[in-house]
């Protein structure tokens, strides 16, 4: 572990998902809920998606990264992963927040899921109309 100078502490949210994130200067080893990072996340395009940020920075090499993630599916708990390991690189190096905020990784996406209302099928979705 590093010293707590080194340390940087952030939280990432999308959907239902909410990821803690610690950042420590290493040797760019991701570590999502005490596995490793490609075993957590199979798929190869949603491990890219979560490493946008270190790349659009060229830090990859330059950190380890621990996230504890609870909440939401796989594509939500990967965009809160996003969404802290940006706001980590912003807090270690401020001259990064132009390009971080550009690419819109720092803006918490605020959708969610809409709730279902009484007497329908679904949030929206009405039963079949029938005029007979």
Same mark, same amino acid.
């Given at each position: 572990?590093?010293?707590d %100078? #080194?340390?940087?502490l952030t939280v990432?949210?999308?959907?239902?998902? %909410?990821a803690r994130?610690?950042?420590t200067?290493?040797t760019?080893?991701?570590?999502?809920?005490?596995r490793?990072?490609?075993?957590? !996340?199979?798929? &190869?395009?949603i491990r890219?998606?979560i490493?946008?940020?270190?790349?659009?920075?060229g830090k990859?090499? #330059? !950190?380890?990264? !621990?996230?504890?993630?609870n909440?939401?599916? #796989?594509?939500?708990?990967?965009?809160? *992963?996003?969404?802290?390991?940006?706001r980590?690189? &912003?807090?270690?190096?401020?001259? *990064?927040r132009?390009v971080l905020k550009k690419?819109g990784?720092?803006?918490?996406?605020?959708? #969610?899921? &809409?709730?279902?209302k009484?007497g329908r099928?679904g949030?929206?979705?009405?039963?079949q109309f029938?005029?007979?």
């Amino acid at each position: 572990m590093a010293q707590d %100078s #080194e340390l940087i502490l952030t939280v990432g949210r999308r959907k239902c998902a %909410s990821a803690r994130v610690r950042m420590t200067p290493g040797t760019g080893v991701i570590t999502v809920n005490k596995r490793a990072y490609n075993d957590y !996340f199979t798929t &190869e395009a949603i491990r890219g998606y979560i490493e946008q940020p270190l790349v659009l920075t060229g830090k990859t090499a #330059e !950190f380890d990264i !621990f996230a504890r993630i609870n909440g939401g599916g #796989e594509m939500g708990q990967a965009g809160a *992963l996003r969404h802290g390991i940006a706001r980590a690189l &912003e807090k270690y190096d401020e001259s *990064l927040r132009p390009v971080l905020k550009k690419a819109g990784m720092l803006t918490r996406d605020s959708r #969610e899921k &809409e709730r279902k209302k009484p007497g329908r099928p679904g949030a929206r979705k009405r039963f079949q109309f029938s005029k007979r």
